[in-house]
């Protein structure tokens, strides 16, 4: 079973905190890379399978469908419940995470509705079961919004490898069987792929009452004597403790303050996707060639940005006391805390900047080996290769937002709202503009637009928020200059590499192509080994302390 880090965070020390931060994401690193390079595989069969219209509709319409209801139901009960508060209460955390699921079905009711009577239907022909695939995935949301007492339990006690587990088993059994009923019941069209999700998604919740039930029948003692907040299945639901009201009103208050930035945060997020969907930019099949280019582009990001954002979110939450200003907050935690963040500052830019760098001349072979001249023959490696400038965006911006966030008092969060709304409206419009005239590479260039304004907010916060300490973790942005002169001479020399050695003579100057790469890459990480010695002195210190915190376990 999964092994787990269950000790109290009132008994742990920061250092320890940072340690099952560091293993928790290592591990979600780790499952995510093995699960995700199965659904690579998988996906890769499925494109040429199906048609791009299908791509397009699936996997831009009805995953934004899904996303959408997702995050506007949970994602502020998220971030406020995994807050550290002076007067938490478990019960009524508990109590406060259950309004979820009759909130999600009002939710999911509403948009569907939208997804099916509103907006534009695609041909039946072409892609039929267009409206049982919108109630499928609407009533999927609300299937996996059961375990989400027991995701936040699992999150804020450091059961460090259940989530990734979870994730990647329900993540590779949809696509499993998506490819299962495209080749086998290719007639089906959208309904195949409703039976993989919805059956993926009853898995979701299955997984994790089974654990937590094996769980509490079978470490009683150590339960007995931490102050973990559950002791039989019956505490997985919402009740009443004597002398205490049902909700916490500071956690509801922090929760609707949240609830508006995450609407916002969506339309920041997700806003090319509405424009497509909304004003019919693009038609489905330029959709589809969107989407493939940007899980593509994203798989970094999955992969480091996301597990490396989680981590650190759940570490900074647990350092600082929110509103309190960093001279009145604990010394130690400050110190550990900016050195984490000038520490995987430096990490995500170096990660962002090699994908520019080698992810630019490589676009076009990586689409010709993934979908074959379907993808790599029309726009595919320009989306592609624009894509790669956005990723070093996102890179500081999940950091730094995970600061900040965790920082943040409710009055800052709020202000903070108001700011998100301009961001919202620039974004949404210059997706439009930009979209309209620019086709997909115009999206990608207004989501950089986006990410950059929210980056350089992030940065001024964190500058006045440490102004008054010894601390500069901003620092962490800009690797030493020997890196930056082998990462520019790494793609002056493949750029070339690829106008002479690809990608229309076969595989031996493909190969050639990618030895030069190779050789390329070696040597920017002997540069990097040599020069960012910071960087290097705190992963080996949190690796030896990930050890030791294992061997107490």
């Not at 591990?27 to 048609?51: C, D, G, P, W």
């Not at 397009?56 to 502020?76: K, S």
């Not at 059956?199 to 654990?211: A, D, E, H, N």
């Not at 930019?281 to 940007?294: A, E, H, K, P, T």
């Amino acid at each position: 079973m999964f092994k787990t880090c269950h000790l109290s965070k009132q008994k742990m020390g920061t250092s320890k905190i940072l340690a099952s931060a560091a293993t928790s994401a290592s591990y979600n690193m780790m499952f995510q890379l093995m699960f995700r390079l199965m659904t690579f595989v998988l996906n890769a069969y499925i494109l040429r399978h199906v048609s791009k219209e299908f791509l397009g509709v699936v996997n831009v319409r009805l995953i934004l469908l899904y996303t959408t209801i997702l995050m506007i139901v949970r994602e502020a009960f998220r971030r406020a419940c995994l807050s550290k508060t002076q007067d938490r209460k478990w019960q009524q955390v508990i109590n406060l995470l259950w309004c979820i699921l009759p909130i999600s079905v009002f939710v999911a009711s509403f948009f569907a509705y939208i997804w099916y009577y509103i907006l534009e239907k695609p041909d039946p022909d072409l892609v039929p079961n267009y409206g049982i695939a919108v109630i499928c995935f609407a009533v999927s949301t609300v299937i996996e919004n059961l375990a989400e007492p027991l995701w936040v339990i699992s999150q804020a006690f450091l059961f460090v490898r259940l989530r990734a587990i979870v994730d990647g088993i329900c993540l590779a059994l949809r696509v499993l069987l998506t490819a299962v009923a495209v080749t086998y019941f290719p007639h089906w069209g959208l309904f195949g792929a409703c039976c993989a999700h919805i059956i993926s998604t009853v898995v979701y919740p299955v997984i994790y009452y089974g654990y937590f039930i094996y769980y509490l029948s079978t470490h009683q003692k150590e339960i007995e004597t931490d102050k973990f907040p559950l002791r039989s299945w019956k505490d997985f639901l919402p009740k009443q403790t004597n002398g205490q009201p049902l909700f916490n009103a500071g956690l509801v208050k922090l929760t609707w303050s949240f609830f508006k930035q995450t609407v916002l945060k969506q339309l920041l997020t997700e806003g090319e996707r509405y424009a497509m969907t909304i004003f019919n930019i693009l038609s489905f099949s330029d959709q589809g060639m969107y989407d493939v280019v940007n899980n593509l582009g994203s798989l970094v990001a999955r992969f480091v940005f996301f597990p490396i954002e989680d981590s650190g979110f759940l570490f900074f939450t647990q350092s600082f006391t929110r509103g309190v200003p960093i001279k009145d907050q604990n010394k130690e935690s400050v110190t550990l805390a900016c050195r984490v963040l000038e520490s995987l500052l430096t990490l995500v830019v170096l990660i962002g900047v090699t994908f520019l760098a080698f992810g630019y001349p490589y676009s076009y072979l990586l689409l010709d080996i993934y979908g074959g001249e379907n993808l790599s023959s029309g726009s595919g490696p320009t989306l592609l290769r624009w894509y790669c400038v956005y990723v070093l965006i996102i890179a500081v911006n999940g950091v730094t937002e995970c600061f900040v966030f965790a920082a943040m008092s409710q009055k800052e969060v709020d202000k903070y709202n108001h700011k998100m709304l301009l961001f919202s409206i620039i974004f949404l419009l210059s997706s439009y503009y930009l979209g309209k005239h620019l086709g997909g590479v115009g999206f990608i260039l207004a989501n950089c637009l986006n990410i950059a304004a929210r980056v350089a907010h992030s940065v001024y916060y964190i500058h006045h928020f440490t102004k008054d300490s010894d601390h500069y973790p901003l620092r962490g942005m800009f690797p030493s200059m020997p890196v930056m002169i082998c990462y520019i001479g790494s793609f002056l020399i493949t750029f070339y590499s690829e106008r002479f050695f690809c990608c229309d003579s076969g595989w031996v100057t493909r190969l050639v192509h990618i030895g030069v790469g190779g050789v390329c890459l070696l040597v920017v990480l002997g540069a990097i080994f040599l020069t960012q010695k910071r960087l290097l002195t705190f992963v080996v210190e949190q690796y030896k302390e990930k050890i030791m915190h294992t061997k107490a376990e």
